[in-house]
């Protein structure tokens, strides 16, 4: 899970042009801070699944969208998670 985040979320002057290549050959993407979106969306065939910033959110505990679970029967489903 890299620092960088995507360049089709964030535009190249923030994200990462050359980590766009992996839309499509990953099933999810987790993306935390400084990202622009709120809710989930698929782009090219890869989930991309916002995460709140996982540290001094509520004093020193993370938020609770800090935290996903990914659940996989044959379906993909995410969900948020609280450790």
Same mark, same amino acid.
């Given at each position: 899970?890299?620092?960088?985040?995507?360049?089709?979320?964030?535009?190249?002057?923030?994200?990462?042009?050359?980590?766009?290549? @992996?839309?499509? *050959?990953?099933? #999810?993407?987790?993306?935390?801070? $400084?990202?622009?979106?709120?809710?989930?969306? +698929?782009?090219? %065939?890869?989930?991309?699944?916002? @995460?709140?910033? *996982?540290?001094? #959110?509520?004093?020193?505990?993370? $938020?609770?969208?800090?935290?996903?679970?990914? +659940?996989?029967? %044959?379906?993909?489903?995410?969900?948020?998670?609280?450790?």
């Amino acid at each position: 899970m890299p620092d960088e985040g995507l360049a089709a979320l964030q535009g190249p002057s923030h994200g990462s042009e050359l980590l766009d290549t @992996l839309l499509g *050959a990953a099933r #999810v993407w987790f993306h935390g801070h $400084s990202r622009p979106m709120k809710e989930s969306a +698929e782009i090219k %065939g890869t989930l991309v699944y916002p @995460l709140e910033d *996982a540290t001094f #959110v509520r004093g020193f505990l993370p $938020s609770e969208r800090a935290w996903a679970l990914v +659940e996989f029967d %044959g379906d993909l489903r995410v969900r948020p998670f609280v450790p």
